[in-house]
């Protein structure tokens, strides 16, 4: 069982920075792909970027790709999502995610394990 609380939301005017952390528990978080999704009130949540459980291989959704960078940190059991150049359209609620299983994917469904999420809000 792997339990995740993320961390690092708040408010940010637009262009600026914002660090996610996703802190872990459970011994299992370093076999585990991981996932950082979001949702916008009134949509659905969306995929926003995944990394294999090594950190060896990445995927990004195009509306973040060159702006967002994810990452991990096995030994401290924490995943990271590095997000630059923030625009109004990134206000949402946070969620990273963790699957055991080996296939990196975008599908909500496919993620066993999610935290409470973190806000962010983007100001123009």
């Known amino acids: 069982q792997v339990q995740l609380v993320e961390s690092g939301g708040g408010l940010v005017q637009a262009g600026g920075t914002l660090r996610l952390s996703c802190a872990a528990s459970g011994r299992t978080f370093s076999s585990c792909a991981m996932g950082w999704f979001r949702q916008a009130p009134g949509k659905d949540r969306e995929f926003v970027a995944a990394?294999?459980?090594?950190?060896?291989?990445?995927d990004y959704a195009a509306s973040v790709r060159g702006r967002f960078t994810i990452s991990r940190d096995n030994v401290k059991n924490t995943g990271f999502l590095q997000m630059n150049s923030l625009n109004p359209d990134d206000t949402a609620v946070y969620y990273c995610?963790?699957?055991?299983?080996?296939?990196?994917?975008?599908?909500?469904?496919?993620?066993?394990?999610w935290g409470q999420g973190t806000q962010v809000t983007v100001s123009s």
């Open positions: 995610a963790a699957t055991a299983r080996s296939v990196l994917t975008r599908l909500v469904f496919w993620y066993e394990h």
């Open positions: 990394i294999s459980a090594s950190g060896a291989v990445t």
